[in-house]
């Protein structure tokens, strides 16, 4: 947006708090397709899309050809990629740089050859300048090792320390970046930042949050069918462990591949509480893992019923049926509640119809303020709904404010009555969001205008 000349650069603050890679992305799609949200939407499918080809072709390397297909079925249709793989974010691009990594790791440690291993490695730093998750790759391709095959670890012991180093500098590349853009107070905000929401801060009282937003958002976005073919899995996998082969006929390295996914997972959610009891997208790596463990689970049970295949092909029907109901139900009810993102759109929009592009807006409205900047293309400052908070902005910005838009909340919950979150703000006792003191003076020095839900207040013309 600054580089097309679209916005003011003095508007935005650069976020240092992940790793740059996705502006650049984004920059790509704007430079050949022009600034438009259907531009970012295109840039994000395009990684999605990336994502399930690779899952699809690491399928075909640890099953066979009529279970990878199945494997892309899935993948494409997980409700979680497909209501979030249009979201042009950190997570999504790393995930779709993992996919292909987790590909070729595979081919190198089945093929060997430095023309692989170098494959390996740039898409790795590739995802690790997208997000922290990729950081977690190396470690849990040794851990798989260990648990799979500990001669192959051993036999490439020195690629694989060089793999766990990498990590280290791809976060010096981080720092560089962030001090030659914002200096040392950037690196100090970064790291102030990280401190927040890594594992040792408040530990104990997060995991238990953690670990119920972990199940739900598990059984939301995933399906039962796909979780039920991954118990059934982990406990193939544990007999597999035990008894030091795979349950049917397939090497154990294959069999064991879902640990990685999972592995990088779980421990970005031990070290990051904060990231992942907020961002549903940091759980895409599940994705392979679910998609994985089923194929392997299906291709077990048509082994073992190899004398009885309608009992197998019902329960393949079964389940894709299964997953597709599912998954159609789940989309359509995160769909449904989404009423807070519908309302900020259209309070986005209408604030945008209702002032000039140069205007600077204070409003009390705080329902997904993220949307805002983006939707209403405006300066616009968020949640202030008391006098304190109006005087205070109006000295910040050296009473420079142009509007206060306020909500009507009567004629706003008309039109977004699924609306439940934020019920406070729709509590007060002037039905407009703002509390009495700011609600008496505004009405008092400024005359009121409306357009639908919203109350406009001009603050560059007084009342005589």
Known sequence: MISAGLSDPSRFIYYFHH????????AIFVAVLGYSETTARIAAIVLS??????????????????????????????????????????????YAFVCVSIYLYIRWIE??????????????????????????????CVIYLIIADRRILQRRFWEHLFLLLLPFGCFFLHLCHAYLAGGIDTVADLFN???ERVFFVDFFSRIVPLVERIV????????????????????????????????????????????????????????????ASVHVVSFFLLTPFFVFTSIHTLRYLSEILEKRKWIHTT???????GFLSHSLFLITLRHSQQGGYLAAYATSIAMARNSDYCDTILTSFKINPWYYSFYADRSVVMGVDTIEKFNDEIEKSGYNVDLFMAVDNGLFLEMFPIIVENKSHFSDK????IDG????????NYQPSRSGFLVIYNLNEEKD
């Not at 329960?315 to 049926?321: A, E, K, N, T, Y």
């Not at 002037?430 to 969001?433: K, S, W």
């Not at 003191?437 to 008092?444: A, R, T, V």
Request: hydrophobic residues 55%; positive net charge; charged residues 10%.
């Open 19 to 26: 790793p740059p890679l996705i502006v650049s992305w984004l």
């Open 193 to 195: 930042a990280g401190e």
């Open 111 to 140: 093929q060997g050859g430095g023309g692989w291993f170098a494959g390996l490695i740039i898409f790795f730093v590739l995802a690790s300048l997208s997000d922290w998750i990729a950081y977690f790759l190396p470690v849990s």
């Open 216 to 275: 739900y958002w598990t059984c939301l976005y995933f399906t039962l069918p796909l979780i039920v073919l991954s118990l059934v899995w982990a406990v193939l996998a544990i007999k597999s462990w035990k008894l030091k082969k795979p349950p049917h006929n397939c090497e154990k390295q294959k069999f064991l591949l879902p640990i990685i996914p999972l592995t990088m997972s779980l421990l970005f959610f031990i070290a990051f509480p904060a990231f």
């Open 430 to 433: 002037n039905g407009f969001g």
């Open 315 to 321: 329960i393949l029907l079964f389940v894709i049926l």
């Open 49 to 94: 899309l990336t994502a399930s080809m690779f899952i699809f072709l690491t399928a075909r390397r640890i099953t066979d050809r009529s279970y990878s297909i199945l494997a892309l079925f899935f993948a494409l249709l997980i409700p979680l990629d497909v209501y979030y793989g249009r979201l042009p974010t950190h997570f999504l691009m790393s």
């Open 437 to 444: 003191p700011l609600f008496d003076m505004l009405n008092e």
